[in-house]
């Protein structure tokens, strides 16, 4: 069995494992979802099921080291690791008793930048990065919380991205980038049947923290390290296009940007009669066909590059707009079926 194979099956089954010791200890400390203005769930559920993802994490990165996975660049292995594990616990700390707004910008910005300042240290690149760095942690941290509003999308876009960075490391010469892309496929691999299953479970801020901070660290990281910027940026463009439109649209229509909602494109998506796997499905998709043409345009001549470029804006485009065309065509499809008397 090859270190990578290992550490994936390590991590995989920790994932798998842990919540039958967690989620008991979940339910004594009264960690509860209850249905919000942003949620798309109709009951309380347990979240914070996170937790067990943040420990198989932990031991998958600690098995990448003990298998001789990563033999270099460890010191940036343990930087991106660092920045999961407080984004993590600044999740937790959320989950059992909250965080004023402020306190939580504060504390994002703060690992984010000691997190991008280690890294610049470590890759010999210009602190001018550093803001770039702190904000695009921090921001994509609260992306992947605000994403995480119907059963499957985190769990799917975990494996997406975390395969993604997995692939781009091998391409890259980056072992450390193979073994954390593949720890996030596993972890969130891992979580699925758990957020799926009837007894369903939510990763909780612990969770979309931890996905967030790990997909932005080992971005940020790659970025740094020299990494090709469409390995870097493919896996989070539609999260970040979900996000961007959102908020546009609603300081457009007066409403207060930062209040709780449902009004993301995967959610409306549920409005219009998706169910939530099918509208987490749609993400997956689009995502993994963005990676595609993003890790194509990577090496390719530039003809190449301008189609995989205006292939991208054109999945983006279809699926920011989706909600609105499958309301208009099921409308013209009624219209069409009423009898003419």
Known sequence: MTPLVLVAVTT?????????????WLVRLGVVDIPSARSSHRKATIRGMGLAAALATLIGYLAAVLTGLVTVDRSVFAVVLAVIAACAAVGWVEDLRGMSIRGRAAAQLGIGAAGTAALIVLTGQSFWWLPLGAVAIAAYVNIANFMDGVNGISGLHGVTAGAAYAVAGSLSGQPWLTAGGAV?????????????????????DVGSYLLGASIAALAVAGFL????????????????????????????????????????????????GFSHLQSAAAVTVCTAAVIVLGFTAATATLPVVALCV?????????YL?????????????????????
């Open 310 to 318: 205006a292939g991208s804006l054109l999945v983006l485009g279809l």
């Open 184 to 204: 996030l496929a596993m972890a969130f691999l891992g979580f699925l049947p758990w957020n799926l299953g009837r007894g369903s479970v939510f990763l909780g």
């Open 12 to 24: 995989l089954l920790a994932s798998l494992l842990l919540p039958f010791a967690v989620k008991p």
């Open 321 to 341: 707009a989706s909600p609105d065309l499958i309301r208009r065509f099921r409308r013209r499809t009624k219209v069409t079926r009423i009898p003419v008397a």
């Open 225 to 272: 390290g020299g990494v090709y910027v469409e390995y870097v940026l493919s896996p989070i463009l539609v999260y970040a296009a979900d996000t961007g439109y959102t908020l546009l649209r609603r300081i457009k229509a007066g409403e207060r940007w930062y209040a709780s909602h449902r009004e993301h494109v995967y959610q409306r998506l549920t409005d219009v």
